[in-house]
Every structure is written in structure tokens, then in C-alpha cells.
């Protein structure tokens, strides 16, 4: 049990364009989820925090308008890099905490790159 | 903010060595986690601790909860090739949902 999945699992697109990423707990209920971004040979930075029904809490230095979260189920959330730059390329990751407990179940990543 | 101080950075050991990191940080923890992560995969759950002091193992690996909850450890004994990759630790303080997360130990086993 406890897995999370991710959708699409890369991307290309062109600068300008937007790219949703879906994220979703396939055996489990997640009241909050979380996204992430990894650069090479670094560590998980924390974006955002969702939580089920409500605004998404986003971190310091991290763009609400660019980086739209919606939350709508217990078991699916998306993020929308919206007017991708080149910048914006990186390693996202979602996680899932299971309703209960304080475990995150982490999804397989989506690579994007912008061109 | 809280930071996580985790150690060592890479490590390069042969096979069948035993394996050990930690990670250490200023702030109290409630929760300490261990992950793995592949290259071009998400991080997978190895342990996960709750209480000051608490030892728990999962096959080979082995992970404790410092008493001053202040710190943590992760062991692993008898490597194999399949243990190569990305080690993080990740705590949570009282009353938070997100977590904190070290800077990841690299390890590599020479066979």
C-alpha cells in the first residue's frame, strides 16, 4: 500500500506555454499533499503545502500565480507551472500524507524541461 | 528555520561493508524519516521513527531516534550493489505538517 503516482512522468514544452502536473494516491486518502522541486545533486525543496478543499500554503520565494496547486480530492492534486521558463526546468516531486499518520509517500517525479 | 545537518556528504565503500549516517540539527524533532531515492525516481520510505530513543530495523537497515531528539542514524549492514544511491533524512517538528530534510548522503559500492 501507500503508493503515489505521477503524471506525466516528463515533459518538453515551449517558453510561454503552461504544463499541469497530476499527482494522486492511488491506495490510500490524502487530506495534504505536498510538491517539491530537486535540482541535480540536491536535496527536495518544499513549494508548496495542500491541503484537501482549501488554499494551497506556499513556501518562501515560491510564486502562487506561477505555480498554481489545486487540491480538489482526497486523492488528486495538480500543479500548473504556468508561463514556463527555461528556469523553471527541474526534477518535481509530490508527496502524500496518509490521513492518520504523519508518513509521506512520495510519487516518481516529473521531469520538465523547457525549451 | 529548522536545518538538518546530515552526514556524510558521499560515501565510497566496498561490498559487504556496513554503512552508517546521521543527521543532527538544532530544532527538536517529533518525527524522524529515512529515504532512499534512485536516480530519475521520487524518494521511497525506509523508516520511520516516533519516539526519543526508538530503535527500528527494516531487513538490513537499522535507524534510531536520539534520545535528545536532536538527532538520528541510519545503519546498514552487509551492503549490496542495490543499496547504491541517495540516502535523506527528513524530521518534522511538533505540530507541523511539512518536512525538513537533509542534504542527502551518496553512496557507492564498489563491488
Known amino acids: 500500500g501507500a503508493v503515489v503516482s505521477q503524471h506525466p512522468s516528463w515533459v518538453i514544452c515551449k517558453s510561454g506555454t503552461s504544463v499541469k502536473i497530476e499527482c494522486r494516491s492511488l491506495d490510500f486518502q490524502a487530506t495534504t499533499m505536498f510538491w517539491y522541486r530537486q535540482f541535480p545533486k540536491q536535496s527536495l525543496m518544499l513549494m508548496a503545502t495542500s491541503n484537501e478543499g482549501s488554499k494551497a500554503t506556499y513556501e518562501q520565494g515560491v510564486e502562487k500565480d506561477k505555480f498554481l496547486i489545486n487540491h480538489a480530492s482526497l486523492t488528486l492534486s495538480t500543479l500548473t507551472v504556468t508561463s514556463a521558463h527555461p528556469e523553471d526546468s527541474s526534477f518535481y516531486i509530490c508527496s502524500a500524507a496518509r490521513s492518520g499518520t504523519q508518513e509521506q509517500y512520495f510519487g516518481p517525479g516529473t521531469r520538465l524541461t523547457v525549451t | 528555520g529548522q536545518q538538518l545537518n546530515q552526514s556524510p556528504q558521499s560515501m565510497f565503500i566496498q561490498e559487504g561493508e556496513d554503512v552508517s549516517m546521521n543527521c543532527t540539527s538544532s530544532?527538536?524533532?517529533?518525527?524522524w524519516l529515512w529515504y532512499k531515492q534512485d536516480p530519475g525516481e521520487g524518494p521511497v520510505l525506509l523508516i520511520a521513527?516516533?519516539?526519543?530513543?526508538e530503535l527500528t530495523s527494516n531487513g538490513r537497515l537499522t535507524a534510531q531516534f536520539g534520545i535528545t531528539r536532536k538527532d538520528s542514524f541510519l545503519n546498514i549492514s552487509a551492503s549490496i550493489p542495490s543499496d547504491v544511491g541517495i540516502y535523506f533524512c527528513?524530521?518534522?517538528?511538533?505540530?507541523?505538517?511539512?518536512?525538513?530534510f537533509g542534504q542527502g548522503t551518496r553512496l557507492t559500492i564498489n563491488p
Open positions: 527528513a524530521g518534522r517538528i511538533q505540530g507541523a505538517q511539512k518536512l525538513v
Open positions: 530544532s527538536i524533532f517529533n518525527t
Open positions: 521513527l516516533y519516539k526519543a530513543g
